[in-house]
């Protein structure tokens, strides 16, 4: 009696890890929440409204004020002319936001452009849809996609891609060059972008992120997805946004009305409030991340691990093959829970074909001393790992 979209699927990767660190009281370095509990003023703001705020129906769409509050923010931080009323609307979260696209954007036939390694909720929700997954393998160390790659997967059925960047699990951000050729397809294709841009606050080293809704002739065609649980590490409290052009947005809205149809108005309150007085939250929270990226770098390197570049996300990659490793991904990383006590991310996991077996993701948002116990452990299970 089930559908089989779903039926068939296994438990989710980050379950599996999170449960297994949880049973086995393990080091969590694998699911992708900060161990820090989020900006204290927001937290506050949340708490208050609760107590003395409106605990009602909000409006469908989101509470005028943070709607308000998210195109002023990207107006400030990426130049962007949104229209509150008519281009934005609040989600449960991100993956709310994605499945309002899919749901109500993608037609049965509809061929999507998908850039594997990918978030495990894209395949199933596109395939629920009636769409057609067109996979586009990306590799590491670089993680890129080029012309030839892009012709191979554009066809006359393609009406959608779908972008995550930066990119998880791969900690990419893509260049601008990237997002111009992608750009250049979606235009000649008449294709709609569904951009999950959740990691858009979490870009190391001064680099920029560029929304491809800014890029020429995407600003009509583009599905923007954000993120405040990213925004402000909250990840619990799953308060997403999209935004897109009126006509877009109509249907986006109609869709969100009949999944969650709203979300809980203190937390919506709470993040209009911080982004509207972030302080010095987005610089404090990038300083911290990005010596927690080097801090966990550094470790790995003194204990023998190559890993690859972290250019944004919560995310490092250790390469197993290059770090005289010869198991997969996934049989290192249950046995580094199961006999070493640490929780890791098997990358493989994140492909449906032409798997990347090699690359295991840690979590770098954790505290000094998680970091380091981690590193230990892991230390310990490549050092008893068969046939290394």
Known sequence: MANPIFASLPTTIFEEMSGLARDLGAVNLGQGFPDDPGPAHIRAKAADAVLNGYNQYPPMAGLPELRQAVAAHYARTQGLDLNWRSEVTVTSGATEALAAAFLGLIQPGDEVVVF????????????????????????????????????????????????????NPAGAVLPREGLELLAEFCIAHDAVAICDEVWEQVVFDGATHVPLIALPGMRQRTVKIGSAGKMFGLTGWKVGFLCAAPELTRTLARTHQFLTFTTPPNLQAAVAFGLDDSG?????????????????????????????????????????????VAEDDRSFALRAVR??????????????????????????????????????????????????
């Open 116 to 167: 594997q390694p990918l978030y495990d909720a894209y395949l199933p929700l596109i395939r629920r849809a009636g769409g057609v997954p067109r996979l586009v393998t990306l590799a590491p160390p670089r993680w890129r996609f080029d012309r030839a790659m892009l012709e191979a997967a554009f066809g006359p059925k393609t009406r959608f891609v779908v972008l995550n960047n930066p990119i």
């Open 280 to 324: 010095d939250w987005f610089e404090a929270m990038l300083a911290a991340l990005q010596r927690s990226r080097d801090r966990l770098a550094e470790g790995l390197a003194r204990e023998g691990f190559v890993t690859l570049p972290a250019q944004g996300t919560y995310f490092l990659n250790i390469d197993l093959a290059a770090s005289g």
């Open 339 to 388: 006999e070493a006590g640490v929780a890791t991310i098997p990358v493989s996991a994140l492909y449906e074909q032409d798997h990347v077996t090699t690359i295991l993701r840690l979590c770098l948002a954790k505290k000094d001393e998680t970091l380091d116990e981690g590193v230990i452990r892991l230390a310990r299970a490549r050092d008893s790992s068969v046939g290394s």
